[in-house]
């Protein structure tokens, strides 16, 4: 078929479309074709006026894709609780650019330990209703892509609010008092500064394995706090994850890996949420609460078709001004406080913590309810334009090497129509076969369709 030649106006005609900037295209319709960004985008790459490195999906979905350039303000003078003298570590994958929390310990008498928690003070910059605060709530969260990242606010607020990017810095501090069963017997938050050395989380690990402290007890004390929340019915889910990256010569998917640090630093972040939560509920202030209701079956085991039927039966995370329980973490009370650089509403937490520790008024539950429902709905657009350029660059992947064999097992069926997942690509497609969930097979991937965000999984047998 000999392909067309398009005017300049056709091709903005058509990259419209694709984008998602219009409802049809007289191009498309003069060729004979349909009128969906699909097929625009298929007919772009066609003519090579796209290259497969092209992601529209932030587009289509209104997410945006331009750098905050908004002026930073400096930090003001006020008095902070001085926490310099304990250690405080920041670990993260490598390569991480917005380290925005770190954790530390401190020993108590009775037997307590102090964790501390410390959270970039980007509240102390972004104050309600300000330009910053604005143009975050209208992004509702950074923009991760395999190709690049847009931040909800400008590089130069996170290079000036990073924790361990300076020798000191400024912090919103949450501090738990936990017994050797993980209780807590006295919460806290603070304005702090505080000292930050920064580690990988294979760093980290490796001070861990060599029975360093204070990765020994950090550890103790996130193993009895997760026992303590699936004592209360938290449901623990693993499924395998990857790292998708792509630049425009290709892309590359590589498993993430799972130190127990990785889960030592999650758990620490979890109680932070909780010991914000329980301040925030003690104190009348109206705060996102994390809610989520109750799972919808009791799924047991550790097969991936277990954890696979354990994720299905969780429902969505809902966020409102007054406390609920949070079913899937096993708490009573939960907030998201540890990523204000990243996620807007943990940015509405901290603005309300740090407004009722400096003696200004919070605001009320409707307008906290406001923002949470204008963040959500710009947020979810961010979430799945992420998602479906990490699946499109999967497929890239995918397709670079069409005679690799895959391991992948079956971890769900519907009649005739089972569910594969491919471990390695943390990738799941339908499969008609008959094989129940649990069956190990060995597939190739064939037919990538990028505009589409299809592939086929054929069987392997005899080699």
Same mark, same amino acid.
């Given at each position: ?58 587009? @289509? ?41 770190? #954790? ?12 501390? #928690?410390?959270?970039?003070? #980007? ?173 919808? @079956? ?36 939960? #907030? ?17 913590? @740090? ?57 769900? @069926? ?50």
């Amino acid at each position: 078929m000999t392909l067309p030649e398009l005017t300049p106006a056709q091709r903005t005609d058509v990259e419209l479309l694709a984008r998602g900037k219009a409802e049809k295209s007289r191009t498309l319709r003069e060729l004979g074709q349909t009128e969906t960004p699909e097929a625009a985008h298929a007919l772009l790459l066609r003519l090579g006026l796209w290259t497969e490195a092209r992601t529209p999906y932030a587009d @289509r979905l209104g997410a945006a894709l331009t750098p905050v350039t908004l002026p930073v303000p400096d930090f003001a003078e006020e008095a902070r609780l001085d926490l310099t003298h304990l250690e405080a570590f920041a670990i993260d994958d490598d390569g991480n650019r917005d380290p925005d929390d770190a #954790v530390g310990i401190e020993a108590l008498p009775d037997g307590l330990t102090r964790l501390w #928690v410390h959270v970039a003070d #980007v509240s102390a910059l972004v104050t309600a209703d300000s330009p910053l605060d604005l143009e975050a709530r209208a992004r509702g969260a950074t923009l991760y892509l395999p190709d690049q990242t847009i931040g909800m606010l400008p590089d130069e607020l996170v290079e000036r609010t990073g924790l361990g990017l300076h020798d000191t810095m400024p912090a919103l501090s949450i501090s738990l008092d936990l017994d050797s069963d993980g209780n807590a017997d006295a919460v806290d938050v603070c304005l702090s500064r505080v000292r930050v050395t920064r580690l990988t989380y294979s760093q980290a690990q490796g001070r861990l394995d060599a029975g360093t402290e204070p990765f020994l007890t950090l550890a103790r004390l996130a193993r009895a706090s997760r026992d303590l929340r699936e004592s209360e019915g938290a449901l623990s889910i693993d499924l395998p994850e990857v790292r998708v990256k792509a630049d425009a010569h290709g892309a590359e998917v590589s498993p993430l890996p799972k130190p127990e640090m990785r889960f030592v630093v999650q758990e620490c972040m979890t109680l932070a949420g909780w010991g914000a939560a329980i301040y925030g509920d003690d104190h009348s202030i109206a705060l996102p609460f994390a809610t989520q209701d109750a799972p919808t @079956r009791d799924v047991r085991g550790d097969t991936l078709p277990a954890q696979w039927a354990r994720r299905r039966t969780l429902a969505r995370t809902r966020f409102q001004p007054s406390p609920g329980p949070h079913h899937g973490m096993g708490l009573e009370l939960y #907030v998201q406080a540890t990523s204000p650089m990243r996620r807007y509403l943990d940015l509405v937490v901290h603005q309300q913590l @740090r407004s009722h520790l400096t003696g200004t008024e919070p605001l009320g539950g409707k307008a906290v309810a406001a923002r949470v429902a204008e963040a959500q709905m710009n947020a979810d657009a961010t979430r799945q334009a992420e998602r479906l350029s990490r699946k499109h660059h999967t497929l890239r992947y995918v397709a670079a090497q069409p005679d690799r064999v895959w391991d992948a097992v079956i971890v769900d @069926r519907r009649g005739p129509q089972a569910t594969l997942l491919i471990p390695d690509l943390a990738y799941d497609l339908p499969l008609s076969t008959p094989a129940p969930a649990g069956t190990a097979l060995r597939v190739r991937l064939t037919d990538v369709d990028l505009p589409k965000l299809t592939v086929r999984a054929r069987i392997v047998t005899g080699e």
